[in-house]
Each structure stands twice: as structure tokens, then as C-alpha cells.
């Protein structure tokens, strides 16, 4: 073989890797490219999901907050009708006890007058006995 031929050889081959090399280098280029537009869309996507996501936690509390506030105010009005037929019924209690002691004196006034009155009748059931032995006793002699 001769040098031109080896020569010729050589230049050959080093064009040829050039060639592959730079071809590699290309193919390289463009899957790095492609994964660093996916990576880059990948991050789009992430960064819309963390925010849909965020507004979605911040509705949820929203929401929640607003049903405890509904419930509370529910249970508020709940109580507050409770505490105003407690009351109504106490006050009613209250003026069913004044009525029984309205009723529990003029009961000890009836009773005293009952009493007076037997006192009475006794004294004069006494005196009528008192009168018919005198009278029996007048009688007798």
C-alpha cells in the first residue's frame, strides 16, 4: 500500500468519525433538547398543578369555614329558641308557685276560720251538754 493510499485511508476514517461524531453530537443535542422541553413542561405542569391545587385547598377552607360559621349560627338561633322557652316556662313556673302560695294562704285563712268556727261549736256543744245535764239534773229532783 502505498503512503497516498494510507494516507487517503486515514483522512477517510477521521472524516468518517468527524462524521459519526458530529452526527452523535447532533443526536445528542436534540434528545437533550427534547428532554429538557419535557423537563420544562413537566415543571409547567407541576407548577399549574401546585397552584390548582393550592386554590383548591384555599376554596376547601373557604367552604369549610363558612359551614362552621352556618353551623354555629344555627346552633346559636338553636339555643337561643331553647333558652327563651326555658325561660318562658320558668316564669310561668314561677307564677304557678305564687298561685299555689296565694292558694296555700287562703287555705290557712280557711282553715283558721274552720277552727275559729269549731272552737265555737264546741263551746256551744259544751254549754248545750252543760245546760241539758242542769236541765236533766232540775228535772230529776
Known amino acids: 500500500m502505498d503512503w497516498w493510499q494510507t494516507a487517503g485511508l486515514m ?3 477521521v472524516l468518517t468519525g468527524t462524521a ?4 452523535g453530537w447532533r443526536v445528542l443535542r436534540q434528545e437533550t433538547d427534547k428532554l429538557r422541553s419535557e423537563t420544562e413542561s413537566l415543571r409547567e405542569e407541576s407548577r399549574n398543578a401546585h397552584a390548582r391545587i393550592g386554590g ?3 376554596q376547601l377552607g373557604s367552604d369549610l369555614r ?3 360559621s352556618r353551623l354555629r349560627e344555627d346552633q346559636d338561633a338553636a339555643l337561643g329558641r331553647v333558652r327563651d322557652e326555658l325561660r318562658g316556662e320558668m ?3 314561677r307564677d304557678g ?3 299555689l302560695r296565694d292558694g296555700q294562704a287562703s287555705l290557712r285563712e280557711g282553715l283558721g276560720e274552720v ?3 269549731l272552737r265555737g261549736l264546741t263551746h256551744s256543744m259544751l254549754a248545750l251538754r252543760e245546760d241539758f245535764r242542769a236541765h236533766v239534773l232540775a228535772g230529776a229532783d
Open 97 to 99: 308557685q305564687a298561685s
Open 115 to 117: 277552727r275559729g268556727e
Open 66 to 68: 363558612g359551614e362552621i
Open 20 to 23: 459519526v461524531a458530529t452526527f
Open 56 to 58: 383548591e385547598i384555599v
Open 91 to 93: 316564669a310561668q313556673l
Open 11 to 13: 483522512a477517510t476514517l
